[in-house]
């Protein structure tokens, strides 16, 4: 079982910048696919990024094409964390951000090939 705690979410003006922290919880986290999801009011939840581990200093990132070249993911194994810094954020970044994990360790872009989901935090971006 692994629990996963996001933060670092909060208001900020478009252009700003903001780190999202996810702190998981399980031995296995670097053997573990880590995402980063959003959902906006009133639309269906969408990928962000994602990342996973091919040992020693191989690291893979994904993102989604609203995000590439903005957003960043990185993980912290010895800390159990993964992060999402983003840049030049707007408006349309605005949405509660959740984490996600899974023990299969391959490109998942979709949040039905998750296991594991945080609670989510909320990022708004005034214009």
């Known amino acids: 079982q692994v629990q996963l705690v996001e933060s670092g979410g909060g208001l900020v003006q478009a252009g700003g910048s903001l780190r999202l922290s996810c702190a998981a919880s399980?031995?296995?986290?670097?053997?573990?696919?880590m995402g980063w999801f959003r959902q906006a009011p009133g639309k269906e939840r969408e990928f962000v990024a994602a990342?996973?581990?091919?040992?020693?200093?191989?690291?893979?990132?994904y993102y989604a094409d609203s995000v590439k070249g903005r957003f960043t993911i990185s993980r912290d194994n010895a800390k159990n964390t993964v992060y999402l810094q983003m840049k030049s954020l707007k408006p349309e970044d605005t949405a509660v951000y959740y984490c996600a994990a899974d023990p299969r360790n391959s490109k998942r872009v979709s949040d039905r090939e998750y296991n594991y989901w945080g609670q989510g935090t909320q990022v708004t971006v005034s214009s």
């Open positions: 399980g031995r296995t986290f670097s053997s573990y696919a």
């Open positions: 990342t996973t581990w091919s040992g020693g200093t191989t690291y893979y990132s």
